[in-house]
Structures are given as C-alpha cells and as structure tokens.
C-alpha cells in the first residue's frame, strides 16, 4: 500500500509518503528543494553516482512511521542537503526547514 499525505510544518507544506513493501517500510517527508528519508536511502550513491543533480537530502537510521522521521536525528546528509544548511544530528523537522 502507498499514502500520500500534506503535512503542514514551520508554515509549510510537504508531502509525506510511506510505502509498506514486504519486510520493510520506505518513509520519505519532501519538501519543495529536497527530502529526509529513512535508512532505505543512499546517500553516497546521491553524491558519487549522481553528483550532477545535486539532490538535497537526508537520512535517518532505525525509523518506523513518520512521525519517528520527523524525530530522530539525521545520519547521514548530501553535499547539496549540507549546503543548505542541512546538519548531521539535526532532527527530520529541523531538516525540513531548510529543505
């Protein structure tokens, strides 16, 4: 089953997405210049394999709903994510804000 649903935050829209596969759940919170995912995203292949598209994003470890993605801290962020002021350790949350 996929969702899609508005999420108001900081004064701002983004759309969460959850997809149940079997074994596992993809989560991912997007903004309008980029998103926080959980651990099914790979940040190394964004910045090695893809470098040219500069795509803002960030992950969390260990997460089951989105509710615990806009909590948790992020792992691990792309260049571009790091150069809009993305932070390791930031929650999901604060992550959205500049994302």
Same mark, same amino acid.
């Given at each position: 089953?996929?969702?899609?649903?508005?999420? *108001?935050?900081?004064?701002?829209?983004?759309?969460?997405?959850?997809? #149940? *596969?079997?074994?596992?759940?993809?989560?991912? +919170?997007?903004? #309008?210049?980029?998103?926080?995912?959980?651990?099914?995203?790979?940040?190394?292949?964004?910045?090695?394999?893809?470098?040219?598209?500069?795509?803002? @994003?960030?992950? @969390?470890?260990? +997460?089951? !709903?989105? @509710?615990?993605?806009? &909590?948790?801290?992020? &792992?691990? +962020?792309?260049? @571009?994510?790091? &150069? *809009?002021? +993305?932070?390791?350790?930031? !929650?999901?949350?604060?992550?959205?804000?500049?994302?």
């Amino acid at each position: 089953m996929i969702s899609m649903d508005p999420l *108001l935050l900081h004064d701002k829209w983004y759309t969460s997405i959850v997809v #149940e *596969l079997p074994e596992t759940t993809l989560l991912i +919170v997007t903004g #309008e210049k980029g998103y926080i995912m959980c651990g099914a995203l790979d940040i190394e292949v964004l910045d090695k394999k893809w470098p040219k598209r500069k795509m803002p @994003a960030a992950r @969390a470890m260990g +997460v089951r !709903t989105i @509710a615990e993605l806009l &909590e948790a801290p992020m &792992e691990s +962020v792309s260049k @571009a994510g790091q &150069e *809009l002021g +993305v932070k390791q350790g930031m !929650t999901g949350k604060e992550a959205l804000k500049y994302l």
